[in-house]
């Protein structure tokens, strides 16, 4: 191959792998396999080993980052980087708005544009003659750091733009936010922890340090993502926000779906509400949304106060970062004997909800973070997650303090405590003669995903261990109306409702009897895996470990668990002096009769007539699979009220859709 053939393919082959890079990293839609990417990466890194003047700085190749620079070079900018003022409330919202109107002297709704506030990094890029030539993180607004090769790495980043309706521009300047996805940040934090390197508080934090990073080629390993918002400057054509969104996107620069055009602040209010509950599902923090007055002529009309513009606000969500004090550090005991420290905080609102505990794990995870009582940490809740401490704020620390160990006895019944090698607990030796080890082994057994036995809560559940009524899972079946009318706050009522759902749960299913069993390993799901592949309780308890590893989903692990369990003496005993007790089992329907084997149903939104649980129990017990997303797999989708995301998504693949009604409808005729 001659130079210019050379020069031919490597146009080429830009061209391919950055038509595959668009698709794949923006619209999850990829058009080749990943080896056959490679193998055209190869191809392209050859050609311009052997002609390095063909290496542009828009070539794909350049994505894997550039050797370490010393320092990052001051990028001094024409146009400061704003920031936001922010608000916290609907009235707030609602003044911003009225200042607005006053200020363009009308009376009629203002057209706004709604949009997430993604929690990242502000970067400011130019592109010119259609290629990515400079990058810089925002600084402070004038004066920013050049992060050039390092923005390179991010793979939905286009080196070079496409022409969209018009032709590219000469110079283009566009703003957004870089990224990482919350998923990727527990990765990334799993990895650091595992190569003792410091893990980061929050994914904006991690996108930050990626971001500023000296050597790109770390950089490179980070999935770092990036949404454009803004264009700083005048486009001809673009009149509104909303245009600039769609002519951004146009030149192929990823920009944020989520962004609507509201009329007035209500409409605007309404849309708050619901980024609000998109939230937790959305793959990116938010903290908040953007208020943008759409027209800018409009904008440019308001102007801007100081640093901040008068025709945008950022509408705030509550934080899920907080400062409190660490009152105390108690153990609880678990079912299994495992202590599990917990922090009892000073309560603080957290992203809406009172926080007054949040789990240390364990022993290790204490001496990562030392932890003491007295000190001042900063919490975080992000999702459904427990509150987690994300660090200590040392500074703040008392004098005198000292790290805080578990202790040698367990702090309910006084037995010595032992960490085994291999184990990340510490437990107490006590086993079922530990009242709460008993109590938490009851607990779980009655649970409602186990035995179910409806109405004996934590407090009888204390009450009968203390008495000495029960000692194991047996004697619950064998309490009676007189046994029970006898405990405090137990009216004749209560005591034969109990004795009705006592009866109730005697005959219960397979599956469910072998959960509340509470073997090490064995959860709902695992339970149901071995109900179906075993029928009966007999057939699990005389498996051998190869018959329990022949099933699909059964690990060494797991089957080294159940075979250790019962094996115990006093699990058999267990076992049978609940059958003595009248517990009989039914087996599950074999799989094939199962009118949804095979089938796979997404649940969404809110369910009146039955819980979402119970609807996902309900299904599962006819054999179908319930999957947390939809995809072009899901058979149907049951949609409650206010449905969101997930419901868009349905439509979109064309997804069978049912309401509630359909749905219970359904149900009622397979139950038959
Ligand atoms: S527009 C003049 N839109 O929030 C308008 N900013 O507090 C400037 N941010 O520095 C920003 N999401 O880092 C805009 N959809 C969005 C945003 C957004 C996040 C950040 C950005 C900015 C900060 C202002």
């Known amino acids: ?58 070539s794909p190749t350049q994505r894997v980052g550039a050797p370490p620079v010393s320092g990052l070079a001051r990028v001094t900018r024409e146009l400061p980087m704003l920031s936001l003022a922010n608000v916290f409330s609907e009235e707030e919202l609602l003044e911003f708005d009225r200042r607005v109107k006053k200020l363009l002297g009308g009376d009629g709704e203002v057209e706004y544009a709604a949009e997430p506030k993604l929690d990242g990094l502000a970067v400011d890029l130019i592109y010119e003659n259609g290629v990515f030539a400079l990058g810089s993180t925002r600084g402070d ?26 032709a590219v521009p000469e110079r283009l300047n566009v703003r957004g936010e870089v990224l990482l996805a919350k998923k990727d940040f527990v990765l990334l934090n799993r990895e650091r922890e595992e190569t003792g390197e410091p893990v980061f508080a929050n994914p904006r934090n991690a996108a930050a340090g990626s971001l500023r990073l000296l050597d790109s080629r ?68 938010l903290d908040g949304m953007v208020v943008k007055v759409n027209r800018k002529n409009l904008q440019a009309e308001l102007g801007q106060v100081s640093r901040s513009p008068r025709w945008a606000i950022a509408y705030k969500f509550p934080a899920q970062e907080e400062e409190t004090v660490v009152e105390d550090i108690i153990s609880s005991v ?13 309560p603080v609102q957290v992203g809406g909800v009172t926080v007054s505990r949040a789990t240390l794990h364990n022993q290790d995870e204490i001496d990562r973070k030392d932890v003491r009582p007295g000190d001042t940490v900063l919490i975080r809740r992000a999702g459904d997650v427990i509150p987690e401490i994300v660090k200590v704020l040392p500074e703040q620390r008392k004098p005198g303090s000292a790290p805080w160990r578990l202790p040698d006895r367990c702090p309910v019944c ?67 109306f007189e046994q029970l009318r006898g405990l405090d706050r137990m009216a004749d009522k209560s005591a034969s409702n109990l004795v009705a759902a006592l009866d109730k749960s005697r005959r219960n299913t397979l599956a469910r009897f072998i ?28 498996a051998t470990l190869e018959q329990l590893l022949s099933v699909h989903e059964v690990g060494p692990e797991v089957a080294a668990s159940i075979r250790a369990w019962f094996d115990d003496p006093n699990h058999q005993r267990m076992i049978q002096e ?26 969404t939104g809110t369910m009146t007539a039955m819980g979402r ?60």
């Open 141 to 166: 607004g004038v004066t920013g750091e050049d992060i050039t090769p390092n923005l390179r790495t991010i793979r939905s980043l286009p080196l070079r733009l496409r022409s969209g309706v018009d």
């Open 578 to 603: 609940l059958f003595a007790a009248g517990v009989t089992l039914d087996a599950p329907r074999a799989a094939a009769d199962r009118p949804l084997s095979g089938k796979t149903v997404v649940l």
């Open 334 to 346: 678990g079912r299994t004997g495992a202590l599990t420290p917990v922090a009892v905080l000073r």
């Open 414 to 480: 006084g037995s010595p405590t032992l960490r085994e090698e291999g184990d990340a607990a510490i437990r107490c030796t006590g086993g079922v003669s530990c009242p709460a080890q008993l109590a938490e082994g009851l607990r779980h057994f009655v649970s409602k995903d186990a035995m179910d036995v409806e109405g004996m809560g934590d407090k009888l559940i204390a009450q009968l261990v203390e008495k000495g009524l029960v000692r194991t899972p047996a004697d619950i079946f064998r309490l009676d």
């Open 515 to 542: 959960y509340g069993l509470g073997v090490r390993h064995v959860g709902e799901h695992m339970a149901k895996v071995l109900a179906r592949a075993f029928g009966s309780i007999e057939a699990i308890q005389s």
């Open 1 to 58: 191959m001659n130079r210019a053939e050379a020069a031919r393919r490597v146009r080429e082959l830009t061209e391919l792998i950055n038509q595959a890079n668009q698709r794949y990293y923006q619209h999850d839609d990829p058009i080749m396999s990943d080896p056959e990417y490679d193998r055209l990466m190869r191809e392209l890194e050859g050609l311009e080993e052997k002609y390095p003047d063909l290496r542009a700085s828009d």
């Open 218 to 285: 770390i950089t490179a390993k980070r999935p770092l993502s990036i949404y454009l918002y803004e264009i700083p400057h005048e486009v001809p054509g673009v009149l509104t926000h909303a245009d600039s969104l769609t002519y951004m996107a146009s030149l192929g620069l990823p920009v944020l779906p989520e962004s609507v055009v509201c009329m007035g602040a209500l409409e605007v209010q309404r849309r708050h509400g619901e980024l609000l509950r998109l939230r937790e599902e959305f793959p990116f923090e």
């Open 613 to 672: 649980n119970e609807a996902k129990q309900k299904l599962e017990e006819l054999g179908a699979h319930v999957a947390a997303s939809v995809s072009k797999k899901t058979t149907f989708v049951v949609a409650g009220e206010d449905a969101g995301g997930k419901l868009d998504k349905a439509r979109e693949l064309g997804v069978r859709v049912m309401n509630e009604q359909e749905f219970l409808a359904m149900i009622r005729e397979m139950e038959g």
